[in-house]
């Protein structure tokens, strides 16, 4: 599963992460430690395709 998140301070992006190794764990410490007005979090089932 891919997980990603983006921390906004006073309209500007401060943080961002994301990939297939990062825990909600992790994260949950981050966005505890962190002076943010907005966060965006979004999980995905990786997927992978076949070159042809």
Known sequence: MEIGFALLKNRKVIKV?????LDVR???RILKKTN???ALFHTR???VR???
């Open 17 to 21: 992460e994301k990939g297939v190794n």
């Open 26 to 28: 992790d994260i949950a």
């Open 36 to 38: 943010y007005d907005w």
């Open 45 to 47: 089932l990786a997927s």
């Open 50 to 52: 076949n070159k042809m």
